[in-house]
């Protein structure tokens, strides 16, 4: 079945490093890829997605590239904050359907 | 718009006991959906609604767990003789039809005793 990998548990940077998370993916169709972000006591809040190969999605200055030759859609952000301190998890699916996680990358960003 | 709202937000039940979880989607959004968060397993997919229709219920554990949508404004997720392996976050999710985004309510915290 489909499946979306994060090798990250956790990542510790301070404010105004480069973040990076990874996400590879594994599907037998053409699926969407998004970007979820949850903060403690809330439910997933939607980031971005992206639906088509070579496609950019980018959302409160996050981003991340569909790349159909490489499987994956890796989070990047130039400089992160405090406030950017949650759970970032990866998701495939059919747009308006049900949703496959990957494991959550816990991000903690030190002041 | 209050978002996705779901009640209780923390549940205790004792093992063999009943719990019913209650989800109110989004005025207006057609899709509902139930998904299950763990420490362990992470966020699983449960089951799925489309104009109170089921749609796709392939996360249901089959023998005790069972979903309605009696009408456009609520959802109810029910367990039956719950298990300590059923303690989770249950969480309800609304879409408006073919919409990308999909909203999530804070989750219901369920805790078998």
């Known amino acids: 079945g489909d499946s979306v990998t994060q090798t990250e548990g956790q990542v510790a940077l301070s404010e105004e490093d480069f973040l990076t998370i990874h996400c590879n993916y594994s599907?037998?169709?053409?699926?969407?890829l998004f970007w979820y972000v949850q903060y403690p006591g809330e439910g997933p809040q939607f980031l971005f997605r992206?639906?088509?190969?070579?496609e950019k999605g980018s959302s409160r200055g996050f981003e991340a590239t569909y790349d159909k030759g490489t499987t994956s859609f890796h989070l990047r952000k130039a400089s992160v904050q405090e406030s950017d301190s949650a759970v970032y998890y990866c998701?495939?699916?059919?747009?308006?359907?049900?949703?496959?996680f990957g494991t959550g990358t816990s991000l903690l960003v030190d002041p | 718009n209050a978002g996705v709202i779901q009640t209780p937000r923390h549940k205790v039940t004792g093992k063999g006991q009943e719990a019913t979880l209650w989800c109110e989607p989004i005025s207006g959004h057609s899709a509902v959906f139930w998904y299950r968060q763990t420490i362990v397993q992470g966020l699983e997919f449960l089951t799925y609604f489309r104009n109170q229709a089921p749609i796709d219920d392939s996360g249901m554990p089959k023998e005790r767990f069972s979903a309605q949508m009696p009408n456009q404004s609520h959802s109810t997720l029910k367990i039956q003789s719950t298990q300590p392996q059923d303690s989770a976050v249950y969480l309800c999710?609304?879409?408006?039809?073919?919409?990308?985004?999909?909203?999530f309510g804070k989750g219901t915290r369920l805790t078998v005793v």
């Open positions: 992206a639906s088509r190969d070579k």
């Open positions: 599907a037998s169709g053409y699926p969407a």
């Open positions: 998701a495939l699916g059919e747009v308006g359907y049900k949703l496959t």
């Open positions: 999710a609304s879409s408006q039809a073919g919409n990308t985004e999909v909203f």
